[in-house]
T-cell receptor, first 113, second 118 residues
Framework: SQQGEEDPQALSIQEGENATMNCSYKTSINNLQWYRQNSGRGLVHLILIRSNEREKHSGRLRVTLDTSKKSSSLLITASRAADTASYFC?????????????FGAGTRLFVKA | GAVVSQHPSRVICKSGTSVKIECRSL??????MFWYRQFPKKSLMLMATSNEGSKATYEQGVEKDKFLINHASLTLSTLTVTSAHPEDSSFYIC??????????????FGDGTRLSIL
C-alpha cells in the first residue's frame, strides 16, 4: 500500500528561522494535505493542495506539489516557538478499496525560543 | 467549521475490559468515518473505514473481532476494543468525511482517545 515518507524525521531550529519539511508518496493521488499535531492531541488541518496545483500559500505556510516526482514540501516561514509540533503529510486517493487517506511518517519540529 | 467530537479523551482500565470509543460529527452528516491508531512518536495507521449502514472495511492485519466498529447513524461511529490487553494501549483517532469530502475538503478529525490498559 502507498506510504508517505517524510524528511527530516526531526528538525530543530531557532525562532525566526524557516522550516522546510518534505514528503514523498508512491501512487496517484486526488490531493495532498498537511496536518499538524501537538503532543497527545488530534490533528489540525493546515492546507490542502489538489493534484493539479503546484503551489499554495496560507499565511506563513507555503506548500509545493510535484506530481512528476511524487513529492511535496511544507515551508513555515518566520517560525515561532508555538509552531513546535509534529507535521504530517497525507495523500487522498480513490481506488478499488474506496476513498482512503494515507499518512506520512511525520516530521517533529522543535522551535527554540 | 465542521466539528468532530471523540469521547472519551482518556481511558485507563484493567486487562480484559472492553472499551467503547465514540466519534460524532456535530454539524454535518458523515456517511464515512475512519478509525486510526497511533503509536508514540509514530504516524497514524488506518485501521478501518466505517460506512453508515454497512459493515466496516478493515485494513490488513487489523482484527475485526478485536476492534468492533458500528456506524449506526450518519453522525455516530463507535469503536469497541474487546477484551483489551496492554498491547492495545495506544492513541486512537477518528475522522469523518463530510459531503464532498475527499475532493473538495479534507476529513475532520476528533481529538483522539488515549487508551491505557493495565
Amino acid at each position: 500500500s502507498q506510504q508517505g515518507e517524510e524528511d527530516p524525521q526531526a528538525l530543530s531550529i531557532q525562532e525566526g528561522e524557516n522550516a522546510t519539511m518534505n514528503c514523498s508518496y508512491k501512487t496517484s493521488i486526488n490531493n495532498l494535505q498537511w496536518y499538524r499535531q501537538n503532543s497527545g492531541r488530534g490533528l489540525v488541518h493546515l492546507i490542502l493542495i489538489r493534484s493539479n496545483e503546484r503551489e499554495k500559500h496560507s499565511g506563513r505556510l507555503r506548500v509545493t506539489l510535484d506530481t512528476s516526482k511524487k513529492s511535496s514540501s511544507l515551508l513555515i516561514t518566520a517560525s515561532r516557538a508555538a509552531d513546535t509540533a509534529s507535521y504530517f503529510c497525507a495523500t487522498d486517493a480513490t481506488g478499488t478499496g474506496g476513498f482512503k487517506t494515507i499518512f506520512g511518517a511525520g516530521t517533529r519540529l522543535f522551535v527554540k525560543a | 467549521g465542521a466539528v468532530v467530537s471523540q469521547h472519551p479523551s482518556r481511558v485507563i482500565c484493567k486487562s480484559g475490559t472492553s472499551v467503547k470509543i465514540e466519534c460524532r460529527s456535530l454539524d454535518f452528516q458523515a456517511t464515512t468515518m475512519f478509525w486510526y491508531r497511533q503509536f508514540p512518536k509514530k504516524s497514524l495507521m488506518l485501521m478501518a473505514t466505517s460506512n453508515e449502514g454497512s459493515k466496516a472495511t478493515y485494513e490488513q492485519g487489523v482484527e475485526k473481532d478485536k476492534f468492533l466498529i458500528n456506524h449506526a447513524s450518519l453522525t455516530l461511529s463507535t469503536l469497541t476494543v474487546t477484551s483489551a490487553h496492554p498491547e492495545d494501549s495506544s492513541f486512537y483517532i477518528c475522522s469523518a468525511l463530510s459531503p464532498g469530502g475527499g475532493i473538495i475538503e479534507p476529513q475532520h478529525f476528533g481529538d483522539g482517545t488515549r487508551l491505557s490498559i493495565l
